[in-house]
């Protein structure tokens, strides 16, 4: 089914870095990570979060939303890649290898 092709199928990462000296910078950065998390952001490292999205279009919304709520000061950086992409990716804890596990469920029809 052409639908759910692993090449349409995307994921949206959000990594970031900003700053929290100041009360109001701590807010900001609280407030943008709140953000990402109501969209249905999920946390995969510290300051990197990711979306699965079903299509470059559904990608594409959300990225305007990230956008749309940017903070005043620090760095972001957003990253959309298919689904085929992510699944190549190799993660390690130490030099131990271990399997990429998926932070949604995936819906399945009959």
């Known amino acids: 089914m052409e639908r ?3 090449y349409r199928i995307m994921w949206v990462l959000v990594f970031f ?3 929290t000296e ?4 701590k807010k900001a950065y609280s407030d943008f990570r709140k953000r990402l998390i109501e969209d249905g952001f999920t946390m995969f490292q510290f300051s990197i979060y990711l979306r699965h999205c079903a299509s470059r279009e ?3 919304v959300h990225i305007k939303r990230v956008k749309k709520n940017l903070p005043p000061l620090g760095q972001v950086g957003i990253l959309c890649i298919t689904d085929k992409q992510f699944g190549q990716m190799e993660l390690f804890q ?8 998926t932070p949604y469920q995936q819906l399945e029809l009959f």
Do not use: I
């Open 17 to 19: 870095d900003l700053p």
């Open 4 to 6: 759910f092709s692993e």
């Open 58 to 60: 559904n990608a594409d």
């Open 22 to 25: 100041t009360r109001k910078e």
């Open 94 to 101: 130490g030099k131990k290898e271990k399997p990429v596990s």
